[in-house]
């Protein structure tokens, strides 16, 4: 028996979800970051990675959004982000919930400085 491997290099991430409008008090949406390669193939799991996620109000200082640690929801973890939360550490899916009116953009990146990625 054999196995071909293939290890490649992240070149793209993006960003999925099923929602673009959060409301108050309903369940927070999942937010999914998606690594590419160079001919824009998806990995399969990058959910050991660890990502920086920031979050930038439109108009106020106050954020209309926070993210929601798996741990404080009622949602089970994928694998490998259990692991990152519990090491206070973001991976590439997270929960946002709407905690004011207002307009914010999400965003995502890779943690460590060995990939120098772009949206």
Request: hydrophobic fraction near 40%; proline fraction near 5%; glycine fraction near 6%.
């Amino acid at each position: 028996m054999s196995c071909g491997v293939s290890v490649d290099t992240i070149r793209r991430i993006q960003l999925s979800t099923t929602t673009k409008v959060l409301f108050l008090d309903a369940a927070p949406a999942k937010m999914v970051v998606h690594a590419l390669n160079s001919e824009g193939d998806m990995f399969s799991s990058v959910g050991e990675i660890p990502f920086e996620w920031r979050i930038n109000s439109m108009a106020s200082a106050e954020r209309p959004l926070r993210i929601v640690p798996f741990s404080q929801s009622k949602y089970e973890a994928p694998d490998g982000i259990r692991e990152l939360e519990e090491n206070k550490k973001r991976g590439n899916v997270v929960l946002v919930e709407g905690v004011s009116t207002g307009a914010a953009n999400l965003q995502a990146s890779l943690v460590e400085p060995f990939f120098k990625v772009g949206f």
